[in-house]
């Protein structure tokens, strides 16, 4: 293993360095089982230190020494008692990354347990209701920039800073930095969020400099792609496998349709009200969840047929407005952020469906396949 993968500040007492790093994790929010596993980690990393007495210092050759030893190969272990060595990678890495960066970046961040300070969360959320007076963000992209956003503010918040005047050009730069293990694109997607709050900062007065220039541009290559599409004898397969006897099949039948005839979005599938069905005029008519705009589609036979069906014979009695709901009591409408994925790998499992070659196959995916191109994007 080359040592530069593991970058490291000079002498680092191996120890400390651990003991420092536990207090992060449990700073951070990591469950039981996760800590118990850093914990083991390093605890045989100091033992290995000793017992090949390369010196109380983390250094990138020890790390690469305890990995050589340590490793799992071919996903086997010795003992029952060896299961910290499953996840002895990502252990070491996370102790390299604290020790280079004073700091643990979670792959997955579990925001919820993330505590900021009182003034930072009540700008934070001056912002979120500036985004939805002013930028008009629909409640997804809301949430992304306020994951981001609260990330963001707990990193200062690590460096010391406890006033968002504080935040310097610095801070921004090891902000980004510090992400250099995610993908390109969701780098740049946290940079977006990032930059549209210190604009907000700046117009509010709490920034007296716009920093939102000193952040970096973030280069994502736009890959000149065709959009998935789905073979023609695949799609008929999938809504032929559809159970149409049952509460299910009878409401997937329905969603499928929407998104493969009439080329709706999840989103705008999951909100569909009673309302918007006018079947007088035989339209479907919507305002679109992502572009706030209003669409009027034909209510076509085939996707006409299907709801009745399931609205006659397969959909629970509710006051519930929205057309779809869950198949168990207390017969709830979707999650704001379901995005009915599993209704497609479901059915495409019955019907012993595989792809030859990789795309996307949730329900957007479905919407190339619309008679109706001019909504689909």
């Known amino acids: 293993m080359g040592q530069t993968q593991y970058p490291t500040s000079g002498n680092l007492q191996l120890g400390r360095l651990v003991a420092d790093a536990l207090v992060e994790i449990e700073r951070s929010g990591y469950g039981r089982r996760s800590r118990d596993r850093y914990r083991a980690t390093w605890k045989h990393l100091i033992e290995f ?28 272990v010795d003992g029952s008692g ?13 102790l390299a990354d604290f020790a280079k960066n004073g700091r643990i970046e979670r792959a997955v961040t579990g925001v919820q347990a993330i505590h900021l300070l ?37 990193f200062l918040h690590s460096r010391k800073a406890r006033t968002l005047d504080q935040i310097e050009a610095v801070d921004l730069s090891e902000f980004v930095s510090a992400r ?32 939102s220039a000193e952040l970096p541009k973030i280069r994502v290559p736009k890959d000149a792609t065709i959009p998935s599409v789905w073979d023609h004898e695949l799609l008929v397969r999938l809504l032929g496998a559809v159970d149409r006897s049952s509460a299910k099949g009878k ?9 493969c005839r009439l080329g709706f979005r999840a989103g705008d599938i999951r909100t569909l009200k009673l309302d ?19 669409l009027s589609l034909p209510l076509t036979n085939e996707v006409g047929e299907a709801l009745i069906d399931y ?17 168990n009591p207390p017969f709830d409408p979707f999650k704001e952020n379901d995005r009915l994925y599993y209704i497609i790998t479901y059915w495409c499992r019955l019907a012993g469906i595989t792809f030859r070659s990789p795309q996307r196959r949730g329900i957007h995916s479905l919407r190339h396949y619309s008679v109706f191109p001019t909504i689909t994007g």
């Not at 230190?49 to 190969?73: H, I, M």
């Open 251 to 259: 409401r997937d039948y329905a969603i499928l349709l929407l998104a």
């Open 311 to 327: 609205l006659k014979s397969g959909r629970p009695q509710t006051t519930h407005r929205e057309v779809f709901l869950t198949l």
């Open 276 to 294: 918007n069905l006018r079947w007088e005029e035989s339209t479907i008519e919507i305002t679109q969840a992502k572009t706030d705009t209003p």
């Open 49 to 76: 230190s000793r017992r090949k007495e390369l010196g109380d210092e983390f250094s990138a050759d020890l790390a690469a020494r305890f990995l050589e030893e340590y490793r799992v190969r071919n996903g086997q």
């Open 180 to 211: 250099d293990h995610l993908k390109p694109e969701t780098v740049a997607g946290i940079v977006s969020s990032v930059r549209s709050f210190l604009r907000f900062l700046t117009m509010r007065g709490i920034l007296q400099k716009d920093l």
């Open 82 to 94: 060896d299961g910290w060595r499953r996840h002895v990678e990502v252990g070491i890495k996370v």
């Open 118 to 154: 009182p003034t930072m969360q009540s700008t934070l959320r001056d912002y979120e209701q500036y985004c939805k007076d002013r930028l008009y963000l629909g409640p997804r992209t809301l949430h992304r920039h306020t994951t981001d956003l609260t990330i963001f503010l707990d």
